[in-house]
């Protein structure tokens, strides 16, 4: 009896496996299928992202407005605050999930490239203070400059405007994660993305890279990315020309 009852427990025991290893498997699929279909329209939408809604300046009672802001709203005027200098004709501002801020924007008046961090994360600071705005402490920025030829010049703010102009709505189906958000703006005009496309992640590269030169001071690296520059423009700028017929 204790043999059959044996016998019985280890025919259960194995029908119990089998339908775990199938329900795991269909599982498996589904995710596969699901991810699938999330890359194949992330890359579908290999453009940025138009930004709607511009972050609100601070009014001209700040107390009043921080106590009624919420705390996104708060955290955008801030590092738009910390990292944007006022004569920035265009730009692009880093913003990752989980380390600290940086920009890389265009003074028109300097004519030069600036590169602003800040030296811990705007959002962990703004985060802490949330419950009481009296122990809110501004992270401490700090600041790289590298002068740019006007033909250079000329050529990212092009770059930059085809990319912001061309713009697309993000399409429904695709899944955005959690991680760095980066913004691109001209002007008044903002666009964004989260790094989804292959002329986007080209893009993305390319600032890094732009990044690197304006913080280590050298005009060489300016010269090494002019390629790239030039092969952008002409891709974001035949992509508008597309989106426009």
């Known amino acids: 009896m204790k043999a059959k009852v044996y016998s019985l427990h280890t025919h259960v025991s194995s029908a119990c496996r089998l339908s775990c290893k199938r329900y795991h498997s269909i599982v498996l699929a589904a995710a596969l299928l699901s ?15 138009p930004v709607v809604r511009p972050c609100r300046g601070l009014s001209s009672s700040r107390q009043e407005r921080q106590k009624k802001a919420p705390i996104l709203d708060i955290y955008e005027q801030e590092w738009r605050r910390l990292l944007v200098p006022h004569a920035s004709a265009f730009g692009m501002v880093c913003r990752p999930s989980f380390s600290r801020e940086y920009a890389l924007t265009y003074d028109s008046i300097g004519r030069r490239l600036v590169c ?12 802490r203070a949330q419950h009481d705005r009296s122990k809110y402490q501004a992270p401490r920025v700090q600041r790289y400059e590298l002068s740019v030829p006007d033909s250079m010049s000329l050529q990212l703010r092009k770059l930059w405007t085809a990319a912001v102009t061309g713009a697309q709505k993000r399409d429904r189906n695709v899944l955005m994660l959690d991680g760095t958000t980066w913004d691109f703006f001209v002007g008044e005009r903002t666009a964004r993305t989260h790094g989804t496309g292959e002329r986007v992640s080209k893009l993305l590269q390319f600032v890094t890279h732009l990044a690197q030169a304006v913080r280590k001071g050298e005009p060489a690296g300016l010269d090494a990315l002019t390629p790239d520059l030039n092969e952008l423009m002409e891709c974001f700028t035949q992509a508008l020309a597309d989106k426009n017929r």
Do not use: F, K, P
């Open 35 to 49: 991810t699938a279909s999330w890359l194949s329209s992330a890359v579908a939408q290999d453009a940025l992202v």
């Open 116 to 127: 602003t961090e800040a030296d811990t994360s705007v959002w962990s600071c703004v985060y």
